[in-house]
């Protein structure tokens, strides 16, 4: 291996989910620096056609395309769509994905429903139609987005569907890395604690929970999404390639206490 171009994806095509804005985005950056060409999916044509915009603007070579990840149908369209203009993926990122704060008791059946259905079944959908194409070209990287919350309990807010959900996605993840090890295909997923995204840094105006969570968390601080980033190039690239089935947190030192 020639470690100091471990991180070359020149010629590799990474497809990303919510790939228009906070991990997803930062992680299109990263893999289009290292020479990756980009597939973004998102939901909003406005988002999408901004961060497009950037990126190109930046040297990267990107296409994007329209998907609610909800939906099986659409996501098995664009999967073919994709792979008649660009190839099948090398990389595969499933960024797409929502929270919800609440009590068992007031979250109602629709937003429970509706998480898991964009963090759980959607990453399934994306992984089985996509990632199906990688097994069947016998090579490629699959990277979901778990968090610290699918395997600890957050403090002091409640939100049992966020966290439920990303503990399926961890143990989906594994399910599916035993299932392909043999194919060429791993599969691997990130387990971030608080990242300085948009939507986390929007809680500084409730200080009752923002100043807990880095209180618990031993480093003082949010992590920022390029230090996601990097790590996500890292299991997109050869410098990685006998992982398969691993949980990589990435969160500050928080699991660690």
């Known amino acids: 291996m020639d470690y100091r171009n471990a991180n070359d994806l020149s010629g590799k095509l990474a497809v990303i989910t919510g790939g228009a804005s906070g991990i997803g985005l930062e992680a299109a950056r990263a893999l289009g620096q290292c020479g990756a060409k980009l597939e973004l999916l998102d939901f909003n044509q406005d ?3 901004a961060a497009a915009a950037e990126l190109s603007e930046a040297g990267c070579e990107v296409k994007t395309a329209l998907l609610d ?20 993926a090398d990389i595969l990122l499933n960024s797409a994905g ?6 068992a008791a007031e979250i109602s059946d629709e937003d429970w429903l509706k998480v898991m259905d964009v963090n759980v079944n959607g990453t399934f959908w994306v992984c089985r139609a996509f990632g199906g194409q990688m097994v069947e070209a016998g090579r490629g990287s699959v990277i979901n987005m778990g968090s610290m ?3 600890i309990i957050n403090r002091p ?14 143990q989906l993840t594994k399910a599916l890395a035993v299932e392909w090890a043999k194919t060429g295909v791993r599969v691997n997923a990130l387990a971030p604690g608080y990242i300085a995204t948009e939507m986390t840094l929007g809680m500084r105006a409730r200080p ?5 969570w880095l209180d618990m968390t031993p480093m ?15 299991l997109a690239s050869p410098a990685s390639t006998y992982m398969t089935g691993s949980i ?3 969160d500050g030192g928080y699991t660690a206490l």
Request: hydrophobic residues 45%; negative net charge.
């Open 69 to 88: 990840v909800t939906d099986p149908k659409a996501v098995n369209r664009v999967a073919d769509e994709v792979k008649a203009r660009s190839g099948v």
């Open 47 to 49: 988002t999408l056609d």
């Open 208 to 212: 009752e929970l923002f100043d807990v």
């Open 98 to 103: 929502i929270a919800r704060l609440h009590s």
């Open 157 to 170: 807010q409640f939100a049992s569907s966020y966290m439920t959900s990303k503990g399926a996605v961890h």
């Open 248 to 250: 990589v947190a990435i």
């Open 220 to 234: 003082g601080r949010c992590g920022e999404p390029e230090e996601v980033a990097a790590l996500i190039v890292f």
């Open 149 to 151: 919350s699918g395997s």
